[in-house]
RNA sequence: CGGGGUAUAGCUCAGCCUGGUAGAGCACUGGUUUUGGGAACCAGGGGUCGCGAGUUCGAAUCUUGCUGCCCCGACCA
């Protein structure tokens, strides 16, 4: 993409709205605008991370055998009445009238929906077991929303939901999930700790929250230093083997957040004062087990082998899509801006032409962009006539892993500048060998 | 929902107290010079001063009602 031709309308000022870095950087680098409180338009460049967050999550979410579908933002409140969740929700439910007064509402969540749809479509413990999932805009009319795209009331979640015979079968739907998620948060670039999470009137050990360590979270967490150490579990994953030690691995060293925090079991189970983590949090992912909490009421049930009914076992698993990305951007950034981690980058590479008209640095610039392309590498290259100091800022602030600039002292050469954004280092080299870099 | 703040150009803000023809910096357009870390100069374009009512000869400025947005608290992925 050439920036001449893109849509990228950065800030060099600090929003005066913005309190939180991600939040002032994604406005500052042109990857949001705010349409309303909470609600916000996705920009180009915004856009092109969010569906590379997504992407990832869908694929992990695949990998671990869960089966994309799509439901709709707007839902009736029929539903909702048959699970008795209609006059429970509260102001937090947008609810909407129709030209025939028909009550609607926009979806803050789907159990209902899926719940719906899963009795609707099965009525057989033959197919069962199953994990069904969507990528879908949700709204809460939160009292408050703040933080940008961190606490918005307009927001991208995936969720997903599982339906099990037994509650043994749950907690193999728990398990894959549980991994699944160690992954997804592993390849988006962040370090994300599962947390032990209040389980409500269920009960039990099936709750977690995924907590994003990130200096400026939201909340107090602490856990064991051997959490961030641990291994995530490989692409070769068994999903189908006894995935039993990996959770008693994950699960068996003290990782609280405020809430739940005990600091005396704190202290008694890391004894070692260096391996005590304290530090702040953003939740970007929950997971629960929920048992037959929707499927009774809402009759979601399916014939066993001694035809007797069963209502099926549920759990509930879900990732804020939107918000990682101000949770990336908190995790990740300096003075200068954004650092991207490579697998949500919005680009692979920015190049930068430090003289656009100079005959000599347009060829090498073009050659180098071409060569890249070809490759399947993403590229955004400045060729705009904005001074060197003015690109090589807004390189930084929208945050592409690797700039490579060329100029007519470089192009004389027939050298390319490599920039590591998060290191900061320079090398100088060849455009083969800076192609050579992704092959 | 309680408390506090704020609303003037695309962005950051001044002007308001003490009413009298709408301002600055950045951004934008044209020009000259400049050209490796947000350049300088010259000339321009851009605003029903959040909306309504009132006071006044005259309101961005005073009074009043409403709305949006932000912050603190309680609530939350």
Same mark, same amino acid.
């Given at each position: 993409?050439?920036?001449?031709?893109?849509?990228?309308?950065?800030?060099?000022?600090?929003?005066?709205?913005?309190?939180?870095?991600?939040?002032?950087?994604?406005?500052? $680098? =042109?990857?949001?605008?705010?349409?309303? $409180?909470?609600?916000?338009?996705?920009?180009?460049?915004?856009?092109?991370?969010?569906?590379?967050?997504?992407?990832?999550?869908?694929?992990?979410?695949?990998?671990?055998?869960?089966?994309?579908?799509?439901?709709?933002?707007?839902?009736?409140?029929?539903?909702?009445?048959?699970?008795?969740?209609?006059?429970?929700?509260?102001?937090?439910?947008?609810?909407?009238?129709?030209?025939?007064?028909?009550?609607?509402?926009?979806?803050?969540?789907?159990?209902?929906?899926?719940?719906?749809?899963?009795?609707?479509?099965?009525?057989?413990?033959?197919?069962? +077991?199953?994990?069904?999932?969507?990528?879908?805009?949700?709204?809460?009319?939160?009292?408050?929303?703040?933080?940008?795209?961190?606490? =918005?009331?307009?927001?991208?979640?995936?969720?997903?939901?599982?339906?099990?015979?037994?509650?043994? =079968?749950?907690?193999?739907?728990?398990?894959?999930?549980?991994?699944?998620?160690?992954?997804?948060?592993?390849?988006?670039?962040?370090? $994300?700790?599962?947390?032990?999470?209040?389980?409500? +009137?269920?009960?039990?050990?099936?709750?977690?929250?995924?907590?994003?360590?990130? &200096?400026?979270? *939201?909340? *107090?967490?602490?856990?064991?230093? $051997?959490?961030? &150490?641990?291994?995530?579990?490989?692409?070769?994953?068994?999903?189908?083997?006894?995935?039993?030690?990996?959770?008693?691995?994950?699960?068996?060293?003290?990782?609280?957040?405020?809430?739940?925090?005990?600091?005396?079991?704190?202290?008694?189970?890391?004894?070692?004062?260096?391996?005590?983590?304290?530090?702040? =949090?953003?939740?970007?992912?929950?997971?629960?087990?929920?048992?037959?909490?929707?499927?009774?009421?809402?009759?979601?049930?399916?014939?066993? +082998?001694?035809?007797?009914?069963?209502?099926?076992?549920?759990?509930?698993?879900?990732?804020?899509?939107?918000?990682?990305?101000?949770?990336?951007?908190?995790?990740?950034?300096?003075?200068?801006?954004?650092?991207?981690?490579?697998?949500?980058?919005?680009?692979?590479?920015?190049?930068?032409?430090?003289?656009?008209?100079?005959?000599?640095? &347009?060829?090498?610039?073009?050659?180098?962009?071409?060569?890249?392309?070809?490759?399947?590498? &993403?590229?955004?290259?400045?060729?705009?006539?904005?001074?060197?100091?003015?690109?090589?800022?807004?390189?930084?602030?929208?945050?592409?892993?690797?700039?490579?600039?060329?100029?007519?002292?470089?192009?004389?050469?027939?050298?390319?500048?490599?920039?590591?954004?998060?290191?900061?280092?320079?090398?100088?080299?060849?455009?083969?060998?800076?192609?050579?870099?992704?092959?």
């Amino acid at each position: 993409m050439r920036l001449s031709q893109y849509f990228l309308p950065v800030l060099k000022e600090v929003p005066a709205n913005a309190e939180i870095v991600s939040h002032q950087l994604m406005l500052r $680098a =042109g990857l949001i605008r705010q349409s309303a $409180a909470g609600i916000y338009s996705w920009l180009p460049l915004g856009l092109r991370v969010l569906k590379k967050i997504e992407n990832i999550v869908r694929e992990e979410q695949d990998r671990a055998g869960a089966v994309e579908l799509l439901m709709p933002t707007i839902q009736q409140a029929d539903i909702w009445r048959e699970s008795g969740r209609y006059d429970d929700y509260g102001k937090e439910m947008l609810r909407i009238t129709d030209r025939h007064d028909r009550e609607l509402l926009y979806g803050p969540t789907n159990e209902e929906l899926i719940t719906q749809i899963f009795r609707d479509g099965v009525k057989s413990y033959k197919d069962c +077991p199953r994990i069904l999932y969507h990528i879908q805009w949700k709204f809460r009319d939160e009292i408050r929303p703040r933080f940008g795209v961190m606490r =918005g009331r307009e927001f991208s979640m995936k969720d997903a939901y599982s339906f099990d015979l037994t509650e043994e =079968g749950a907690r193999k739907s728990y398990q894959k999930m549980f991994i699944s998620y160690l992954r997804t948060f592993e390849r988006l670039g962040v370090k $994300a700790i599962p947390m032990k999470a209040d389980t409500g +009137p269920i009960g039990g050990d099936l709750s977690h929250e995924f907590i994003l360590l990130a &200096d400026t979270g *939201e909340s *107090e967490v602490y856990c064991d230093k $051997a959490l961030i &150490d641990m291994e995530v579990p490989g692409v070769d994953i068994d999903y189908e083997s006894d995935l039993e030690p990996i959770l008693q691995q994950w699960t068996s060293h003290y990782a609280a957040t405020e809430e739940m925090h005990d600091a005396d079991k704190f202290s008694k189970e890391v004894p070692d004062e260096k391996q005590r983590i304290s530090a702040r =949090g953003i939740e970007v992912g929950h997971i629960f087990y929920f048992g037959t909490k929707y499927s009774e009421p809402m009759k979601c049930e399916v014939q066993g +082998p001694d035809g007797k009914l069963i209502p099926l076992e549920m759990g509930s698993y879900g990732i804020g899509v939107s918000r990682l990305m101000g949770a990336i951007i908190e995790a990740s950034n300096d003075e200068n801006g954004i650092i991207w981690p490579k697998s949500v980058a919005p680009f692979d590479v920015g190049i930068i032409n430090l003289k656009p008209g100079d005959e000599q640095t &347009d060829t090498m610039v073009e050659k180098l962009y071409s060569e890249l392309g070809n490759l399947g590498i &993403d590229c955004l290259m400045d060729d705009t006539n904005e001074r060197a100091g003015g690109k090589f800022k807004i390189m930084d602030l929208i945050g592409l892993p690797v700039q490579m600039i060329i100029g007519p002292k470089g192009a004389k050469n027939g050298m390319v500048e490599v920039k590591d954004r998060k290191t900061g280092e320079r090398s100088d080299m060849s455009i083969e060998q800076a192609t050579a870099l992704f092959k």
